[in-house]
């Protein structure tokens, strides 16, 4: 094995590597990006009001 041939496969490591981090760090910031999102939809959702009458979802009618 030639040293050329040595030196191109240790630099094609380094560079799928570096593509490598590359990807991690994309997909890092693309999960914080969608976990910000997801959190500003949530508290932007109106929380749900009961309503006054005590009786309400206390019963299931049922038919045969």
Known sequence: ??????????????????????????LKTANNQAEQQTAQLLASVAPVVSSSSGSLGQHVDTYA
């Not at 094995?1 to 490598?20: D, F, K």
């Open 1 to 26: 094995m030639s040293l050329s041939s040595v030196g191109a496969a240790m630099a094609s490591q380094i560079q799928s590597n570096v593509l490598e981090k590359v990807n991690v760090s994309l």
